[in-house]
């Protein structure tokens, strides 16, 4: 009886995805599914990836997570992930710490990686590798270059996403409706504004910085340094929102952040 309805479980899983029919990268994809796809990376951001000495990834992965209802020829935001390079961590690592939070609040949960390992995990890799995947997503829905995209990140994770929203800002291939930065403390979005002067509109980015009051790596102290220096570069809306616990992603403040970047961009 299991092994039967395992069966009816599997075929109605298949009959409702070849009745929606959409795919990523071969693979099928479905509303409150998950796809765990392989694409190509092309030689522009090869170029990318390898500066420093890296290897030169021809293949990248990327981890999503769809919310119910999904549907690509709707319009759906993006939440990028990018974790710490801190003990190995990488970006589907973390993906699932934001999946039900985005998911409820009708995002894709999207997190970009590499199939073979760099010789450092260089900001420039990651960007590389970003640009790849995104290529990938337009490639078969042209209509996702329009989608509102934020950033997230914690701690190593939430500098580095700072690094990459303004590099790519610059570039004006994207849409920024928000930063999500969970236990930062220090301020390399201002520091990245300024090296890559994308335009005077990023400043309307909103930016949500994530506290735990018990947090030994990012004291609330801290935070409050990156939230007035944020504020002195010139940023329109910063909301520093602390919370009960340590250097942790929470799980309501993630739901929260994502509510706040709709209301203040109106998608």
């Known amino acids: 009886m299991a092994c039967k309805s395992c069966f009816l479980n ?12 959409t795919t ?18 092309g030689k522009y951001f090869q170029d990318y990836a390898a500066q420093g000495g890296n290897p030169r990834p021809t293949t990248g992965r990327a981890l999503l997570f769809f919310p119910k209802g999904f549907d690509p020829a709707r319009s759906w935001p993006i939440l990028i992930v990018t974790s710490t390079t801190d003990m190995g961590r990488t970006s589907p690592m973390d993906a699932p710490w ?47 270059a329009q989608w509102p995209v934020a950033f997230s990140g914690l701690s190593g994770g939430a500098k580095r996403s700072g690094v990459l929203g303004a590099m790519l800002a610059r570039s004006r291939t994207v849409k920024i409706c928000g930063f999500f930065l969970a236990g930062i403390n220090d301020d390399r979005l201002s520091a990245a504004y300024q090296e890559y002067q994308p335009p005077a509109a990023f400043l309307n980015v909103p930016v949500w910085i994530s506290n735990g009051d018990r947090d030994q790596i990012a004291p609330p102290r ?20 602390g919370f009960f616990g340590g ?21």
């Not at 071969?26 to 796809?35: R, Y």
């Not at 935070?223 to 520093?240: A, C, D, W």
């Not at 250097?247 to 998608?267: C, D, P, T, Y």
Request: glycine letters at 8%; a positive charge.
């Open 10 to 21: 599997f075929l109605a899983a298949f009959l409702a995805w070849t009745a929606n029919g």
């Open 24 to 41: 990523l990268a071969g693979q099928p994809v479905q509303g409150g599914g998950t796809a765990d796809i392989r694409f190509p990376v």
């Open 98 to 144: 934001y999946q039900k939070p985005a998911n409820d609040e009708g995002w894709i949960v999207l997190a970009p990686d590499a199939t073979i390992k760099p010789r450092q995990d260089s900001t420039l890799w990651r960007l590389g590798l970003l640009g790849a995947a995104l290529e990938a997503i337009r490639k078969e829905w042209p209509q996702s």
């Open 222 to 241: 801290l935070q409050e340094k990156v939230y007035f220096s944020l504020k002195r570069t010139g940023f329109q809306h910063v909301r520093l929102e």
């Open 247 to 267: 250097h942790q992603l929470k799980q309501s403040e993630v739901r929260r952040a994502l509510k706040w970047f709709r209301e203040m961009g109106k998608f």
